[in-house]
T-cell receptor, first 115, second 110 residues
Framework: DSGVTQTPKHLITATGQRVTLRCSPRSGDLSVYWYQQSLDQGLQFLIQYYNGEERAKGNILERFSAQQFPDLHSELNLSSLELGDSALYFC??????????????FGPGTRLTVL | SQQGEEDPQALSIQEGENATMNCSYKTSINNLQWYRQNSGRGLVHLILIRSNEREKHSGRLRVTLDTSKKSSSLLITASRAADTASYFCATDQAGTALIFGKGTTLSVSS
């Protein structure tokens, strides 16, 4: 158990809909990262927040947005969903903002299925 | 975009044998990490090796890094059935983002 929690575990929705994925980082970790894992694209970095502020952006679509709240939990909002958005979405956390220079602890993921 | 590429894509061995996975990357890095993922679950950090290090050990794991060849290897000694998983290398790119390869799927049979 990494200490990172994600809800929900599974999400099934229809094209055009909007969903929110939630992540609580390990106690004491200030950075939260979001990743998307799909069969064709592999593991893709989406975005990083550190202590409430956006720090780095990856291959995140304009239809997707995220935020980190004062209690450090984070939410990833996916809107106007398309079939290709079906994937595993992982949240990870780390102590600082060094990102690739420190260990990241991954949550169990949310499996999103868009029908 | 994929920074690291693992080789082989899939590896099948017997319990007790050693497993070696390789990772090649394209641009200069400061750090390289290896992660393990059991089927459909979250990733677990294994080892972080910095660009000024050549080798690192953790239990049955040994990681080497050759920055001149832009490659790294992960050796798992005396493999167990519980080592069955996908293994990913991840490198840094422009600072904070971890860029993952497509992974090596290891199957250890008893």
């Amino acid at each position: 158990d990494s200490g990172v929690t994600q809800t929900p575990k599974h999400l099934i929705t229809a094209t055009g809909q909007r969903v929110t994925l939630r992540c609580s980082p390990r106690s004491g970790d200030l950075s939260v990262y979001w990743y998307q894992q799909s069969l064709d694209q592999g593991l893709q970095f989406l975005i990083q927040y550190y202590n409430g502020e956006e720090r780095a952006k990856g291959n995140i679509l304009e239809r997707f947005s995220a935020q980190q709240f004062p209690d450090l939990h984070s939410e990833l909002n996916l809107s106007s969903l398309e079939l290709g958005d079906s994937a595993l979405y992982f949240c990870a956390s780390s102590v600082g903002l060094a990102g690739a220079a420190e260990t990241q602890y991954f949550g169990p993921g949310t499996r999103l299925t868009v029908l | 975009s994929q920074q690291g590429e693992e080789d082989p894509q899939a590896l099948s061995i017997q319990e007790g044998e050693n497993a070696t996975m390789n990772c090649s990357y394209k641009t200069s890095i400061n750090n390289l990490q290896w992660y393990r993922q059991n089927s459909g679950r979250g990733l677990v950090h294994l080892i972080l090796i910095r660009s000024n290090e050549r080798e690192k050990h953790s239990g049955r794991l040994r990681v080497t890094l050759d920055t001149s060849k832009k490659s790294s290897s992960l050796l798992i000694t005396a493999s167990r059935a519980a080592d069955t998983a996908s293994y990913f290398c991840a490198t840094d790119q422009a600072g904070t983002a971890l860029i993952f390869g497509k992974g090596t799927t290891l199957s250890v049979s008893s």
